[in-house]
Every structure is written in structure tokens, then in C-alpha cells.
């Protein structure tokens, strides 16, 4: 029988990585992270996971952890959020070029200066061109179940991933959440087996510097030069997609919650107007969908839930023949708009089917509160905008006083 509990977004990413096996446990504290690896390290005291447990004394230094288990073999795990997440930076591109399969929950908080505990997405949108793929979670149910399904992806993939949910308004919220059985989710996540294993006898460099054609490796085999490397990661990610619906359909046969879409969608069938949104968010704007269909508007909430790779055949096909698109993001891509924004409208470039009116905003910036009310102003004026053609090629902020 399922058993529901009640936890935070913090606990459910913590008793995920448990149900998951996970074999080291890299562990650095910031806010509002750190109940996943205080939770991980009660179990690991007590016997109820066997792990590794490594105490580090910052965030680069947990993703070095993290690199070297997973380069030897080893399920590797860490969170992080941020300034954390920035301060990774290096090693984040060193985990991709690796190909490591290393999932790592984000608990999405304003990056400073100024200095803010509080969540908006700018730390892992700032991320996005790491080469790690990025899963956005609209509640707490997510937060438990995607990184088990990010485990089985990146295993898969040999690609690590973020599952990212919102600091405080996911990581501290209690919330139900149907939990996993540990027979079950062993029957859909074997253990990891690495792509190669490390021989004493037979001793190899790993990421040594390499020039820029292809060279021949000790057996003669032609392995390709730097930038052959960089194309076999971007044709991965762009192949990625299908591993991910694969496992979320999996995932659904077990457990009855498929993941197979990498879109959430809400009253979308015959929607005129709709919100498109990640984590939340996504949530916040069903409620103003809901409000605006009273008043007699057809709306409709699209919430994308896989960011990296991103989906854009499967949003150019949610989206086209709409009337307007209002993408309301919690992150700017400074000097321009937001980044969501910018990517949904080149899914439409060189394509034949009618675009709709796309207006973005960005809006709850640092924690910045921002109600079904205040989504309801962003159609309103979308609406009002697309109408007289009179839509901005820059994005409007919300409540930025």
C-alpha cells in the first residue's frame, strides 16, 4: 500500500536520493538546501543508507567529490543552490565533458549581490550552457520523484542533471507526497554500471589535454580531438529527449505518475491564451488560468518541466495557432529578455504554422511575491497588447519597485 507523508521539498529530494541507492553523498550547507544533506546524513549514521558521506569545506570542492565517485564507479550525489551552484561553475563543465551521470537537486535561490536567501531561478538559468541537463519541479511529488527519474536518464545518457525546485516555497513547504517503494524503485533503477572500470593493471588517463584533431590512443584507434568531444555532448543532449519520456513512461508503469511529457499542461485543449512557465510557478499560473476562464477568457497553462535539452518541438506544437503566449520567468538574461522566452520564440523560426503573440515578464525576483492576481494583470495587458499590435520586443518586470 502507498504511504503518503508530509514533507518538505528539501526531505522528499533527501528520501529520494535514498531510495535511489545513492553511494557517495558530497555535502556542503546553503540556504535553503541544506535539510537534504542533514536528512542524508541521519540515515547514513544510522545505517539506513550505505554511503559515503564526505564533508567538504565548499561547493566546488562537493562536485570534485562528486566527479572523482562517479568517475570510479559510484552512484554520486549533491545539492547545492545559488551562490553554491555558481561557485561550481568550473567543476559543472568538468562533470559534463566527463559524461558523469550525477544528479543534483537545486533549491533555486537569488544569486547575490545584493544578498538574498530567497528564490527566483536566475542560478540555474545562468547555468543552462554547462551541458548538464535541467528539470524544473512544480511541487513537492516532483521533487521525489524526478531525481529518481534523473537518475535513471543520466545513467543512461552518462549526462549529469539538475532537478531544480523553488527555494522556501517548495524546499521548506510541507506538502503530501506519496512515497516509493524500495522493492519498486529498485526494480526501475538497477545499480549504476560505469562505463568503465578502474584497473590497477591496466592504468589510463582520464581527461588528459588533448589536441585539437583527432589522434590515435595507445591501441591505434582513432579518438577524436577537442572539438569532436564537444559535437558527441550536443548530438547526446539533442538525442536526449526520447531516453527522457522513455523513463518517465516507466516510471508511470510503476509508480502510476508518468513523466513521459516534458510539459506540464493545464486546460491547454482549447486555449486561446496561455502561460507558459517552469517550477511553481506553473502552479501559481493554474490558478489564474482557472480565475480567467470565469471571466470568460480561454486560458491555459503550459509548464516545462524539461528546460535541458530543450523541448522546442514539443512547445512549437503546444503553442502554434494560439492567439498569445505570456512567458512569465523568474531569471533575465541581462541586456535582452528572458531566456524561455528567447528559445520559444526561435522554435518558431522557419516554421509554417501561425506563431502566437509572445509578450515575457519577469517577475518574483529575489522572492518578490507574486499572486494569481498579478497573472491575471499579465494576460489582461497580453491580451490587450496582441489586440492592438502593440507587443513589446522587450520583457516587462512585475512588481520591481
Known sequence: MEQTLILTGAQAAAEAARLSRVQVIAAY??????KIPETLSAYVERGVL?????R??????????????????ARAFTATSANGLAYMHEQLHWAAGSRLPIVMPVANRGVAAPWTILNDCQDTISQRDTGWMQIYC????????LVVVAFKAAEQLLIPCMVCFDGFLLSHTFMPVSMLGQEDVDSYLPPYVPFHTLDADNPVNINPVITSDPIADPDGVMSPGYMGIRFRLQKSLEEALPVLRQAGREFGEIFGRSYEDPLFRYRTEDADFVFVAMGALAGEASEAADALREKGVKAGVLGVRVYRPFPAAELYEALCGRRVAAVIEKAISYGYEGALSSEIKASFYAKSGPAPAITNYIVSLGGKDVAAADLIQVATESIAAAKSGTVSDRARWLGFE
Open 56 to 73: 567538504v569545506e565548499s561547493e566546488h570542492s562537493a562536485m570534485g567529490v562528486c566527479i572523482a565517485a562517479s568517475i570510479a564507479g
Open 138 to 145: 512544480m511541487n513537492n511529488q516532483e521533487a521525489l520523484d
Open 29 to 34: 550547507p546553503i540556504t535553503p538546501q541544506s
Open 50 to 54: 550505505q554511503a559515503q558521506f564526505v
